[in-house]
C-alpha cells in the first residue's frame, strides 16, 4: 500500500498562477521528498524535508512538514508552461529503510 | 540527464518468456534501486543493493530476481511473464546505503507483455 497519497490528483492552471497539492502519510517519517516526471520519463527528486524541518525553499517552490496532521504540501509559484507534470510525495522511514511513492498529483500549467 | 542509464528503452515480448533490464547507476554510487510503474499499481519499490548486498525487499514477486555486480551496475531479470507485469522499470542510484536521501532515477525500460 502507499504511504503517501496526493492530493488532488489532478489540477489545471493558468501558466502565472501557483499551483498547491498536498500529501497526507499514515505512520511517522524520517524524512518526506518531491519528485518530479514529465510524461513517460523519470523522476527528478525536487526537494527533500526532514522530520524535524517544518518549512524549505528552492526556487519557485515551497514545502510545508505537519507531523502532527501527517501532511506535508508543495507550492509552485508563478507557474510556467514547462511546471505540466506529475508530482509525488515519498515518504522514507529508516526503520525498513524504504522510500515509499504515493499515486502522484498532474499538473496542467496551460499557456 | 540524471547519470543512470537503463536500456533497453523499450521491450515488447510474449507471455511466459523471460528479460533481463540493466541499470548503471551514476559514477560512484553505491546503491541501486528498482522501481516499478504501472496505472493501477503506482509507483512500486521492488528492491535495493548496496556495493552487491541486497538491503531491502519490496513487493517483488518470486518470479522476478536482481543482483548488483561488482562494477555496481545491476540487473532485474524477470521470468514467466504475465499481462499484469507490463510497466515502466524504473532504476535509480544513490551514494548512501540508506535511502534516506535523493535518488536519481533512470528513463526507465517501458516493458509490455503481449
Known amino acids: 500500500s502507499q504511504q503517501g497519497e496526493e492530493d488532488p490528483q489532478a489540477l489545471s492552471i493558468q501558466e502565472g498562477e501557483n499551483a498547491t497539492m498536498n500529501c497526507s502519510y499514515k505512520?511517522?517519517?524520517?524524512?518526506l521528498q518531491w519528485y518530479r516526471q514529465n510524461s513517460g520519463r523519470g523522476l527528478v527528486h525536487l526537494i527533500l524535508i526532514r522530520s524535524n524541518e517544518r518549512e524549505k525553499h528552492s526556487g519557485r517552490l515551497r514545502v510545508t512538514l505537519d507531523t502532527s496532521k501527517k501532511s506535508s504540501s508543495l507550492l509552485i509559484t508563478a507557474s510556467r508552461a514547462a511546471d505540466t507534470a506529475s508530482y509525488f510525495c515519498a515518504t522514507f522511514k529508516a526503520a525498513g529503510n524504504k522510500l515509499t511513492f504515493g499515486g502522484g498529483t498532474r499538473v496542467l500549467v496551460k499557456p | 540527464d540524471s547519470g543512470v542509464t537503463q536500456t533497453p528503452k523499450h521491450l515488447i515480448t510474449a507471455t511466459g518468456q523471460r528479460v533481463t533490464l540493466r541499470c548503471s547507476p551514476r559514477s560512484g554510487d553505491l546503491s541501486v534501486y528498482w522501481y516499478q510503474q504501472s496505472l493501477d499499481q503506482g509507483l512500486q519499490f521492488l528492491i535495493h543493493y548496496y556495493n552487491g548486498e541486497e538491503r531491502a525487499k519490496g513487493n517483488i514477486l518470486e518470479r522476478f530476481s536482481a543482483q548488483q555486480f561488482p562494477d555496481l551496475h545491476s540487473e532485474l531479470n524477470l521470468s514467466s511473464l504475465e499481462l499484469g507485469d507490463s510497466a515502466l522499470y524504473f532504476c535509480?542510484?544513490?551514494?548512501?546505503?540508506?535511502?534516506?536521501?535523493?535518488?536519481?532515477f533512470g528513463s526507465g525500460t517501458q516493458l509490455s507483455v503481449l
Open positions: 535509480a542510484s544513490s551514494a548512501y546505503r540508506g535511502v534516506g536521501e535523493k535518488l536519481f
Open positions: 505512520t511517522s517519517i524520517n524524512n
